[in-house]
Nanobody
Framework: QVQLVESGGGLVQAGDSLKLSCVLS????????MGWFRQAPGPGKAREFV??????????QYRDSVKGRFIVSRDNAKRMVYLEMKNLKPEDTAAYYC????????????????WGQGTHVFVSL
């Protein structure tokens, strides 16, 4: 079965950078659009779309609040997707999830078929 495993989370200070990684196993990696979502701590916090990259790694989507700071990329040979995060802010604190979808152009979590377990990012002042 398809498995996604994220890594790279941690505790950083505001203004720092961090790079998340996610590896897919159990299926053909370049069959999938790859996305990143996040869920901030606390009750009632919804999982929100962060970024996505298409099968070929040449089309990208970002939520407005991360444009210019986050870069999503993929390496099909390594079956990896990355999220490079720069100028991190306390409001970026969240569990970050890697996800795989068959179709391009969606930012709703229900459109993504497979999910990782998440990696935590904490950004302090």
């Amino acid at each position: 079965q398809v498995q996604l495993v994220e890594s790279g989370g941690g505790l950083v200070q505001a203004g720092d950078s961090l790079k998340l990684s996610c590896v897919l196993s159990g299926s053909t990696f370049d069959d999938y659009v790859m996305g990143w979502f996040r869920q901030a701590p606390g009750p009632g916090k919804a999982r929100e779309f962060v970024a996505a990259v298409n099968w070929y790694g040449n089309k990208f989507q970002y939520r407005d609040s991360v444009k210019g700071r986050f870069i999503v990329s993929r390496d099909n040979a390594k079956r990896m997707v990355y999220l490079e995060m720069k100028n991190l802010k306390p409001e970026d604190t969240a569990a970050y999830y890697c996800a795989a979808a068959r179709r391009w152009g969606y930012d709703q979590s229900r459109k993504f078929e497979y999910w990782g377990q998440g990696t935590h990012v904490f950004v302090s002042l």
